[in-house]
C-alpha cells in the first residue's frame, strides 16, 4: 500500500525567503504525485502534478516541485513566498492501475509567513 | 463553470442523529470521492463512487456509514446515530472519467460537528 509522509508539521518563513516543503512517498512504481494547497476552511486546490517525464514540474502560484526516484522525494519549492501562500499544503500520491483511483495524502504541513 | 459543490458548508448534530452530507460534482464529471479530514489531520480516503455504482469502499468505516450516487442528484453520504468522534470536515471530490492520473477537483467541504 502507498503511504506519503510530510516530515514537517509546521515552518515558519519570511517574506520574502525561499521555501522547500518535504514530502516522501512508499509506492512499488512510479506514481501520481499531486500537491494540494488548502487555505483556512476552504477545500483543496491542484497546485501541481507529476505523472512522467520531466522531474522537474512547474505549477501555479509560482510554486515548482521535483520528483526524485532515488529518495522517494517530491518536494515542494518556492523562490519567494508571499503573505498570501500562508496556508496547509498536502502531498498526495495516486497509484497508477489502481482500481480505486484513491489518493493517499501526507498529514500536510502548515507554512506560516513572518512579515 | 461552478466548481464542486457541497452542502451544508456546517452542519451540527447531537449524538444519535443522523447527518446527511451532500455532493454535486463538477458539471461532466460522473465520478465522485469523499475524503474525511479529522482535527490536526490529513485526508483519508472513504469511497469512490460512479453514478449508481459504488466502486471503492475500502476506506469507509464498517458501520453506520453509508454513500449513494444515483443516476439524478447529487451524491450523499450519510452518517447515522453519529458520534463525537465523526466530527470532521468531509470532503468531496470528482473527476471525468475516474483514471488515476486525472485531476480531482475538491469541493468547499462540510464541516460536521457532533455535539
Known amino acids: 500500500a502507498q503511504s506519503v509522509t510530510q516530515p514537517d508539521i509546521h515552518i515558519t518563513v519570511s517574506e520574502g525567503a525561499s521555501l522547500e516543503l518535504r514530502c516522501n512517498y512508499s509506492?512499488?512504481?512510479?506514481?501520481?504525485l499531486f500537491w494540494y494547497v488548502q487555505s483556512p476552511g476552504q477545500g483543496l486546490q491542484l497546485l501541481l502534478k507529476?505523472?512522467?517525464?520531466?522531474?522537474l514540474v512547474q505549477g501555479i502560484k509560482g510554486f515548482e516541485a521535483e520528483f526524485k526516484r532515488s529518495q522517494s522525494s517530491f518536494n515542494l519549492r518556492k523562490p519567494s513566498v508571499h503573505w498570501s501562500d500562508a496556508a496547509e499544503y498536502f502531498c498526495?500520491?495516486?497509484?497508477?492501475?489502481?482500481?480505486?483511483?484513491?489518493?493517499?495524502f501526507g498529514g500536510g504541513t502548515r507554512l506560516m509567513v513572518k512579515p | 463553470n461552478a466548481g464542486v459543490m457541497q452542502n451544508p458548508r456546517h452542519l451540527v448534530r447531537r449524538r444519535g442523529q443522523e447527518a446527511r452530507l451532500r455532493c454535486s460534482p463538477m458539471?461532466?464529471?460522473?465520478?465522485v470521492y469523499w475524503y474525511r479530514q479529522l482535527p490536526e489531520e490529513g485526508l483519508k480516503f472513504m469511497v469512490y463512487?460512479?453514478?449508481?455504482?459504488?466502486?471503492?469502499e475500502s476506506g469507509m468505516p464498517k458501520e453506520r456509514f453509508s454513500a449513494e450516487f444515483p443516476k439524478e442528484g447529487p451524491s450523499i453520504l450519510r452518517i447515522q446515530q453519529v458520534v463525537r468522534g465523526d466530527s470532521a470536515a468531509y470532503f468531496c471530490?470528482?473527476?471525468?472519467?475516474?483514471?488515476?492520473?486525472?485531476?480531482?477537483?475538491f469541493g468547499p467541504g462540510t464541516r460536521l460537528l457532533v455535539l
Open positions: 471530490a470528482s473527476s471525468r472519467q475516474g483514471k488515476s492520473q486525472e485531476t480531482q477537483y
Open positions: 509506492y512499488g512504481a512510479t506514481p501520481y
Open positions: 507529476y505523472f512522467s517525464g520531466d522531474t
Open positions: 498526495a500520491v495516486g497509484a497508477k492501475n489502481n482500481a480505486g483511483n484513491m489518493l493517499t
Open positions: 458539471k461532466g464529471h460522473s465520478h
Open positions: 463512487l460512479q453514478k449508481e455504482n459504488i466502486i471503492d
